[in-house]
């Protein structure tokens, strides 16, 4: 047994499930549940103990316990499989937990406790100017609680001596990144000193560094922890420990530069608000984003800093595969700023009508020069075009050179040859207009290969018997013809087939999401007696009939056609279906 099937047999799908606060009812031999991948008004999540799988029929999101809690932490599936096993007192061969768990353990401990101390000094009377400074920005009491606001004071060892008295040693707050050491190595002395403290967490909400701002004005103004072991800045978004559930369900992000940015719109109900902390936006952030959100929202300080910082932001955003807008705030300003004079309301319909990303491009433009000069265009159009090579949805790209080519004046063409120089995938042709499509009808063939799907996800036993007489082609369903591939490639590899370690293995989503609910929908189904194996020759031979009558219909139509070979083969093939 592996490691995998442990995990899954030692954590309950359903326990697990409820653990994160989503609230189950019973539903036949299941529960269903709203789901918290996406805003969801109908419970359409469904939970199975039967197969200890999940699926939801708005999203199409499922898999089982591992996934279940790597979509829902926003964590690779090593590190849900490391929290489940954890959870289950599983021990996990192959991890140095002999030495590197205790070390990390013990650099929580030191960053827990200087949290603890930073937070008490806010509250104390000999440092009111630093509660004053929060008050004067605006900050309510619930807010400083909320982040874990606090304050170094001035004394160069008041962290050290705190700590010393508390059994932590010194050398452990240096590796912590909170005392640094003398020129000559010779002392050390607190990191942070007469600063605002912003303690910064991990996904899990747990502390891993700080960042300090000066309270006297002195440079620089923010200084942030070193890199640690468990510090990485680029790494991490301000706030996401918070913001994730909010912006799992809405798939929406909000993007802003700084920590005053996130607390003051935060306080005032904007609950998707996540920080880049100060810095653009690194390759590793925008991929944590997609985790989360469809679409991020940038709002960067309106100066000209802010605005060259959203545009790189953007084009790392684009190629992460996200919808992203840009709203530009009046210069000057900033979103802690805009909240506390116009309310969280205003900001709200500003975010509705931020630009998408040729809007962007084009009012930056005209910020250049006048738009219809030959230098200004041609710089536009290259900075449009370098932009939106990154879009990877097909539909968004072909609305987006329309647009260009309308706003600029230019030929649609001209845009698209472009592009394809640069390598990107163009759509052939146009879309057909929204009324001439029908409505997607399962048709009665699609019924039996699901039929058959279902049967053999239930009965994998039964594989060998059916892996000679069934190819992947046979079926007409491409992603059925894709799961038939993954099943014999199983059989042929080990000579039997566990499903939930093909689940396990499939990266693509949606098609994991389909896997599961076709057992799902097996174990509800199925039941007594009923002879599997009879009923999935049934299916073999309904199948074989479609095959023959495609394949009848076929030679008809281009008998007059094809060249004789060519009709030898078909009916050939033909012959070869109708002896079965």
């Known amino acids: 047994m592996n490691l995998s099937e442990q995990v899954r047999l030692k954590n309950d799908i359903v326990e697990v499930i409820s653990e994160y606060g989503v609230q189950l009812k019973p539903a036949g031999r299941g529960y269903k549940a709203l789901c918290p991948f996406h805003e969801d008004k109908t419970p359409s999540l469904s939970i199975s103990p039967d197969s200890q799988l999940f699926y939801c029929f708005g999203c199409g999101v499922g898999g089982t316990v591992i996934h279940f809690v790597m979509r829902y932490e926003g964590i690779s599936y090593g590190e849900a499989l490391r929290k489940l096993a954890q959870r289950a007192g599983i021990s996990l061969p192959g991890l140095p937990q002999t030495e590197t768990a205790p070390a990390r353990d013990r650099l929580m401990d030191v960053l827990r406790f200087a949290l603890r101390f930073y937070h008490e000094q806010i509250f104390r009377s000999?440092?009111?100017?630093?509660?004053?400074?929060?008050?004067?920005?605006?900050?309510?009491?619930?807010?400083?609680?909320?982040?874990?606001?606090?304050?170094?004071?001035?004394?160069?060892?008041?962290?050290?001596?705190?700590?010393?008295?508390?059994?932590?040693?010194?050398?452990?707050?240096?590796?912590?990144?909170?005392?640094?050491?003398?020129?000559?190595?010779?002392?050390?002395?607190?990191?942070?000193?007469?600063?605002?403290?912003?303690?910064?967490?991990?996904?899990?909400?747990?502390?891993?560094?700080?960042?300090?701002?000066?309270?006297?004005?002195s440079e620089p103004k923010y200084i942030n922890t070193p890199e640690t072991p468990l510090f990485h800045k680029g790494k991490l978004l301000y706030n996401l420990h918070l913001a994730k559930d909010h912006i799992r369900r809405s798939r929406r992000a909000v993007l802003v530069e700084g920590y005053m940015d996130v607390i003051i719109p935060y306080q005032f109900?904007?609950?998707?608000?996540?920080?880049?902390?100060?810095?653009?936006?690194?390759?590793?952030?925008?991929?944590?984003?997609?985790?989360?959100?469809?679409?991020?929202?940038?709002?960067?300080?309106?100066?000209?800093?802010?605005?060259?910082?959203?545009?790189?932001?953007?084009?790392?955003?684009?190629?992460?595969?996200?919808?992203?807008?840009?709203?530009?705030?009046?210069?000057?300003?900033?979103?802690?700023?805009?909240?506390?004079?116009?309310?969280?309301?205003h900001f709200e319909r500003y975010l509705e009508n931020a630009d998408d990303p040729v809007e962007f491009q084009l009012k930056l433009a005209s910020k250049r020069g006048d738009i219809q000069k030959m230098e200004v265009k041609m710089e536009a159009v290259r900075n449009l075009i370098e932009m939106i090579s990154h879009v990877r949805s097909q539909i968004e790209l072909s609305e987006y050179v329309r647009r260009i080519a309308l706003e600029l004046d230019l030929a649609e063409g001209a845009i698209r040859a472009e592009l394809r120089r640069r390598g990107v995938r163009l759509p052939a042709g146009r879309m057909l207009p929204r009324r001439s499509r029908k409505a997607a009808r399962i048709s009665p063939r699609m019924k039996i290969e699901r039929k058959l799907l279902r049967y053999l996800l239930y009965r994998p036993d039964l594989i060998g018997e059916i892996r000679p007489r069934l190819s992947p082609s046979d079926l007409s369903n491409r992603t059925y013809s894709t799961i038939i591939s993954m099943l014999w490639k199983g059989f042929d590899a080990a000579g039997e087939v566990k499903v939930q370690e093909i689940i396990d293995s499939c990266d693509d989503e949606k098609l994991r999401g389909v896997i599961s609910s076709l057992l799902m929908e097996?174990?509800?189904?199925?039941?007594?007696?009923?002879?599997?194996?009879?009923?999935?020759?049934?299916?073999?031979?309904?199948?074989?009939?479609?095959?023959?009558?495609?394949m009848e219909e076929k030679v008809k139509s281009g008998a007059n056609d094809r060249d004789e070979f060519a009709l030898l083969r078909e009916l050939m093939e033909l012959s070869s279906l109708r002896k079965g």
């Open 126 to 217: 000999e440092n009111r100017a630093a509660l004053r400074y929060l008050r004067d920005r605006g900050v309510t009491g619930e807010s400083i609680r909320t982040f874990k606001l606090g304050y170094a004071p001035q004394g160069w060892r008041s962290l050290l001596e705190a700590a010393s008295k508390a059994g932590l040693k010194a050398d452990e707050l240096l590796k912590a990144g909170v005392a640094a050491e003398s020129r000559d190595g010779a002392n050390l002395y607190d990191y942070f000193r007469n600063r605002i403290i912003f303690p910064i967490f991990d996904l899990q909400g747990r502390v891993v560094g700080f960042s300090g701002r000066s309270l006297d004005g």
């Open 269 to 345: 109900g904007v609950r998707n608000v996540v920080a880049s902390s100060g810095t653009s936006l690194s390759e590793d952030q925008a991929a944590l984003l997609k985790r989360y959100a469809d679409e991020v929202i940038i709002v960067y300080d309106g100066d000209e800093a802010g605005i060259n910082a959203a545009a790189r932001g953007l084009t790392l955003l684009l190629k992460e595969g996200l919808r992203v807008r840009v709203a530009l705030l009046p210069e000057g300003m900033d979103p802690d700023a805009f909240v506390r004079s116009n309310g969280a309301e």
């Open 522 to 550: 097996a174990h509800e189904r199925i039941e007594g007696d009923f002879d599997v194996a009879a009923d999935i020759e049934g299916c073999l031979k309904k199948i074989r009939e479609f095959n023959i009558r495609e």
